[in-house]
């Protein structure tokens, strides 16, 4: 097999700078990750990655590959066509060093939109009940569930570069995840956090955050979602 | 130091290590379809607000008419013309696009697949003919509008 | 700094512990985790969380606690067992109110799933990611208090335990590389297990298991360790893991030959065994030569049949596996057999606790205002070997029970005072964690090569099936790799996100953790659940129905054992499937 050539952008904390790699592998069937482990344990061990479960599940390894943001464990070499992998650190983000981000400011925005169960909170601590969810009501809200957090939205977001206060993709799809779930009563609050120039409406429908999602949350049609309702009035999504 | 535009994101080392993407150049990383739209949407707003604003409304009332008049016979100012032509109809077209989204006229439901998941824009008809009838009609504006401007009777003084 | 409860570790029982906690009481939080805090490898759980929900016709609280006990060889602990099994259908239930979706009937009951070593099916899921699922909503709820505070990438590097009484610990912020001295008035341990100490494992990264290893140090007391579960179905060669509803639905494990092989080793329940004989039976098939063979890493491999479960069950109850299945190996599951292996995927022992999630010294004292909940913890509810799906309710049950316990504490004890003891022992381990990095020896060991070191040596040594003669050689090799560990050299010399360091330290833990599973093994002369010996195959119940206790005494392991707790199930039979 050919030995293949890893160009990473590395931040040391004052200057920043592209430095080469020659790995040498075995097969075609390994991840970024893993080519980028190699490095680490081979040659480089200054190099900073973050990475915990290698099974695109924990949302810990996303970084801009050959331009397109993705998770370092689920790209595949077999996809990637060339010798040369380009991997740089996630846009909009601020490097904390070589490839790991500060991706505080994203939770902070998660935060505001009150992602969680509005309801009674004596209820839900202290009663027993089950409150039971049909099928139907299950799969209005599902597909946006699947939020691992990753944060790749808010990188491959154009309107998150121009406007650092924009809410962006990832709270925006979880407002509608919470709004719309059937055991939860919040949405005349959440509605209002989303209704201002900050929040839904600052989208332009650039829809690269579900083109890049890692795992198929489409947050660009979540938001398009949220949109209608606030338009028709909605008192329940 | 804080960045300028948001206080609570703090930058250590200045703004170099930011520079990766922030402001308008992350309009030219095109990545799929919509954001192609977007970007040209961005850029035909701006330019058509400079080219009636600044040109046609402000220059012809308060410098010089006559120069509008003669500038707009020569072939840069036709090219100008037609180029203006033509952003305003894709403008519209992606305009009335993104308006029938927001209302949810056009909505389709995103498909799990263990292979490859669908986002939900994709799976809609509606929008697939909306496009296609979109690209057609944009690129007949960009044939037919330029003639309209050298031979018809648009812009002429 | 100064808090009034810290929750080290955020997986499921942390993060269930925390919101218990801040519920119970107005106090002041600290969530500490070394990865960010929704990251932890609680996300990766797959089959699902068993409760009794609806003990209508066939279902009983008591037959979940016989086929626990049963389960684990009969080594758990009774009256925590009956303790599981009446909270968890109440811990369903919660988990229902504050927002997972579990997967539904068309009445919109939950849906259960039959598991292996369940008589019933009694198995809660959310379509194959249950631990995701819950992980993910429980992060999200903790959002909505403010006296929660979350450390992302704080690495704790010391407990300062005096006089029985927990103190503060001392942690490493990553992002700044400054040691921090958090006070705290009470703590939960819920760092998960140690799978990392083995080679071929379904756990994520950073399940190293150095708190145990931590916990050694300070004084505290392992219980169990010598139990490591091996699951049957993990991906070759990545170790990826095939989550036990792959069989819950209806899936086949077949050989080379094409025959389902498990009729040979467990012909009632076939596929849905206890995972230690499962994993037993496959390593015995690929030994023996009927399995397949893996090109590049040289592994042996049986096959997972799905094929005859059809597209619709497939996409609906386990579309995880099914992408796994295309990704990581290239098969499509509906057409070809998935490639399984045995991996290490949990580790019965950990912490000693009682049942209510109170550390205890060796010699049975309670560290007053310290807990721990979930895989680090050995309540010893899963005895010698566990269950599928037990651990989601064993993680929520008793970080519910922590959480109130430790709030309730936090309230009445006093503030811990800002004594120069502690800020001198701080100061002694930021000396000693900072010399590391001045170790400019050009000549020392990389990080790297120690831990393949190690891991191998457990790989070789302490795996699934064991022998006196090869356990007694992996003994001193464990000694030499702590020997070597001093000269081991960090070439990281930055402070920012040093991560060369961060594994050194993570190392440091894994290798004491790692000793007190070899000489549990080593001693204990039987075969129960996990742990089988070649040369003691049977199980011995008049010598050996006890617990393992490890602790550090002058620097060496020693053990002592203390007796397992019976309430009802008197009667041990033997364990056929």
Not at chain 3, 266 to 271: R, T, V
Request: with cysteine.
């Amino acid at each position: 097999m050919p030995a293949l050539t890893v160009k990473v952008k590395r931040f040391d904390g004052r200057k920043s700078w592209w430095q080469e790699y020659k790995v040498d592998i075995k097969s075609r069937k390994i991840s970024v990750l893993d080519v980028l482990l190699k490095i680490k344990e081979e040659q480089d061990p200054t190099l900073a990655v973050r990475y915990s479960c290698r099974m695109a599940i924990c949302g810990s390894c996303g970084m801009v590959i050959n331009g397109v943001p993705r998770l370092a464990c689920q790209t595949l070499l077999a996809e990637i066509k060339d010798d040369t992998i380009t991997v740089e650190p996630m846009w909009n983000h601020r490097v904390i060093k070589d490839l790991v981000v500060d991706t505080e400011p994203n939770f902070e925005k998660l935060r505001k939109v009150k992602p969680y169960t509005i309801r009674d909170l004596k209820e839900i601590y202290e009663s027993d009940r089950e409150i039971g969810q049909k099928p139907e009501e299950l799969e209005k809200y599902y597909n946006f569930a699947y939020c691992i957090e990753c944060g790749l939205c808010m990188a491959a977001c154009p309107v998150v570069a121009t406007n650092p206060r924009f809410l962006g993709p990832m709270a925006l799809a979880a407002a509608y995840r919470w709004s719309a779930d059937s055991r939860d009563q919040g949405w005349p609050v959440r509605a209002k956090i989303v209704d201002t120039d900050e929040g839904v409406w600052s989208c332009h429908l650039a829809y690269t955050c579900s083109a890049v999602c890692p795992r198929g949350v489409d947050p660009g049609f979540a938001i398009q979602l949220v949109k209608a309702a606030l338009m028709r009035r909605a008192k329940k999504l | 130091m804080s960045s300028r535009r948001s206080s609570y994101i703090n930058v250590e080392g200045g703004v170099e290590n930011m520079r990766a993407g922030r402001g308008a150049g992350e309009w030219f990383r095109l990545i799929n379809y919509e954001r192609l739209y977007f970007t040209i949407q961005r850029i035909s707003g701006l330019y058509m607000f400079f080219y009636l604003i600044f040109y046609r409304v402000l220059f012809d009332a308060f410098v010089s008419p006559s120069l509008v008049s003669s500038f707009d016979m020569t072939v840069p100012g036709k090219v100008l013309a037609a180029l203006f032509l033509v952003f305003l109809a894709f403008h519209g077209l992606n305009g009335f696009r993104i308006m029938l989204i927001e209302f949810g006229i056009i909505r389709g439901w995103p498909l799990r697949n263990p292979i490859r998941n669908v986002p939900g824009l994709r799976r809609s008809r509606i929008h697939l003919i909306y496009n296609v009838l979109m690209i057609i009609i944009a690129v007949a504006a960009l044939v037919y509008l330029p003639y309209l401007v050298t031979y018809g009777a648009v812009f002429r003084p | 700094m100064k808090h009034d409860l810290l929750i080290i570790g955020s997986g499921i029982a942390g993060l269930r512990a925390a919101l218990q906690a801040a519920y119970t009481a107005k106090i002041d939080i600290a969530i500490l985790s070394k990865v960010q805090v929704m990251r932890s490898h609680s996300v990766s759980a797959e089959g699902g969380m068993s409760a009794v929900l609806y003990p209508d016709k066939n279902d009983s609280l008591e037959l979940h606690a016989y086929d626990t006990v049963k389960g684990s060889d009969y080594l758990a602990d009774q009256d925590a067992v009956e303790l599981l099994v009446q909270m968890a259908p109440i811990e369903v239930r919660f988990l229902e109110r504050i927002g997972v979706p579990w997967s539904r009937l068309p009445d919109g009951r939950m849906y259960q799933r039959a598991f292996g070593g369940m008589s019933v099916p009694r198995t809660t899921f959310a379509a194959d990611k249950t631990g995701f699922f819950i992980m993910s909503t429980l992060y999200q709820n903790i959002l909505r208090f403010d006296n929660i505070k979350q450390y992302h990438e704080y690495f704790v590097t010391k407990l300062i335990i005096e006089n029985g009484e927990f103190k503060g610990v001392t942690a490493l912020d990553l992002k700044t590389g400054e040691l921090k001295l958090f006070l705290a008035k009470a703590a939960i341990i819920a760092t998960g297990g140690a799978g990392r100490l083995y080679r071929f494992t379904t756990t994520a990264h950073s399940t190293t298991g150095e708190m145990l290893g931590l916990a050694l140090r300070s004084g505290l007391a392992l219980k169990d360790m010598e139990f490591v579960q091996w699951h049957p179905t993990a991906l070759v060669p990545s170790g990826i893991l095939v989550s036990e509803a792959a069989r819950g639905e209806g899936g086949y494990l077949v050989n080379k030959q094409g025959e389902r092989f498990m009729k040979r080793y467990a012909p009632q329940k076939m596929e849905l065994a206890p995972r230690d004989i499962v994993s037993r039976a496959i390593l015995t098939e690929i030994a023996e030569g009927r399995g397949f063979v893996h090109e590049e890493s040289g592994m042996g491999y049986v096959g997972l049949d799905l094929r005859h479960l059809g597209e619709g069950v497939l996409n609906q109850k386990i579309p995880f596996i099914t992408e796994l299945a295309h990704k990581y190996v290239g098969v499509d599951p509906l057409e070809e057999l998935i490639p399984v292996r045995p991996a290490v995927h949990y580790t019965m022992g950990g912490i000693h606790v009682d049942t209510y999630g109170r550390v205890l010294a060796p010699d049975g004292s309670w560290v007053r205002g310290l807990w721990a909940a979930g895989e680090a913890a050995a309540v010893s509810v899963h005895g010698a070997n566990r269950l599928g799906s037990n651990s989601l309710s064993e993680c929520s049950v008793w970080g519910r029970l922590t959480g109130e316990a430790a709030a309730k504490y936090a309230m009445e004890a006093p503030t811990p005072a800002t004594d120069e003891r502690y800020i001198k022992a701080a100061q002694g381990e930021e000396s000693r964690i900072f010399d590391k990095l001045l170790h400019k020896e050009t000549g020392g060991i990389s990080v790297y090569e120690l831990k393949g070191r190690l891991q191998d040596a457990m790989e070789q040594h302490f795996g699934p099936f064991r022998q006196g003669s090869t356990m007694k050689e992996g003994i001193p090799k464990l000694l030499k790799i702590r020997e070597d560990f001093a000269n081991v050299r960090v070439e990281d010399g930055g402070r920012v996100y040093n991560q060369n360091l961060k594994d050194a330290l993570e190392l440091d833990g894994m290798i004491d953790a790692a000793l007190a599973v070899a000489y549990g093994a080593l001693a204990r002369q039987e075969s129960r659940g996990a742990h089988y010996r070649l040369d003691y195959p049977r199980r011995d119940d008049e010598n050996w129905l006890k617990h393992t206790v490890a602790f550090f005494n002058g620097g060496q392991i020693q053990l002592s054992y203390i007796p397992v707790r019976i309430t009802k199930w008197t009667k041990f039979e033997e364990r056929k499937y």
